[in-house]
């Protein structure tokens, strides 16, 4: 069974630092990882999409990237702001669970002015 | 206008009463999803669907069903609800392996 967890599980920075959030999963056996942003009683918004053959993807400020044969996915978020603050999930998805992604905890970032 | 709309986006009901959450998509995606969230245990499969003739049993489908009605409207119902279902349900569909949330429903069972 597949299992992600999500480090740290909270984070508190000062605004235009550079951060990372970091996911790891127990199954190499992806088809892909997808990173999402949620604010408080919000839906989930979709930031980036990693196939699994791919190792990065970039948008903006944000950059993730992809190791499947260690298990790990970092989100690089560079200058943070205040609006950047939310809580912020990693999904695997794929394997022999093709099409249902298995969801990290989360990782709560605050970014203080 | 949103691609994914979940109706009611909030409920407040007693034990004991049957619920129906719906979701409608204009994206034109064959799969669905419903997903419920509980915080500090992140989100949960409850039931997907590949395509209209298509149903399967999620992680924690055990209180509820699910009824695709047509490639676009994904209902899920509570037969009997009770106060340990009481959470943020999401619906989504998906294209390519991503996946595309609603705005979600807050439902509250008394």
């Known amino acids: 069974k597949q299992e992600v967890t999500q480090i740290p599980a909270a984070l508190s920075v000062p605004e235009g630092e550079n951060l990372v959030l970091n996911c790891s999963f127990t199954d190499s056996a992806i088809y892909n990882l997808q990173w999402f942003r949620q604010d408080p009683g919000k839906g989930l918004t979709s930031l980036l999409l990693?196939?699994?053959?791919?190792r990065e993807q970039t948008s903006g400020r944000l950059n993730a990237s992809l190791d499947k044969s260690s298990g790990r996915s970092t989100l690089y978020i560079a200058a943070s702001q205040p609006g950047d603050s939310a809580t912020y999930l990693c999904a695997v998805g794929g394997g022999t669970s093709y099409g249902k992604l298995t969801f990290g905890q989360g990782t709560i970032l605050t970014v203080h002015p | 206008d949103a691609d994914v709309t979940q109706t009611p986006r909030n409920r407040i009901t007693k034990t004991g009463k049957r619920i129906m959450l719906e979701c409608s998509q204009t994206?034109?995606?064959?799969?669905m999803y419903w997903y419920r969230q509980d915080p500090g245990l992140g989100l949960q499969l409850i039931y997907y669907?590949?395509?209209?003739?298509?149903?399967n049993k999620g992680e924690i489908s055990d209180g509820y069903s699910v009824s695709r009605q047509a490639q676009a409207k994904f209902s899920l119902s509570l037969e009997s609800a009770i106060p340990n279902q009481t959470a943020l349900y999401f619906c989504a569909t998906s294209f390519g392996g991503e996946q595309f949330f609603g705005p979600g429903t807050r439902l509250t069972v008394l």
């Open positions: 994206k034109g995606h064959d799969r």
């Open positions: 990693i196939q699994s053959s791919q």
């Open positions: 669907s590949f395509d209209v003739k298509d149903i």
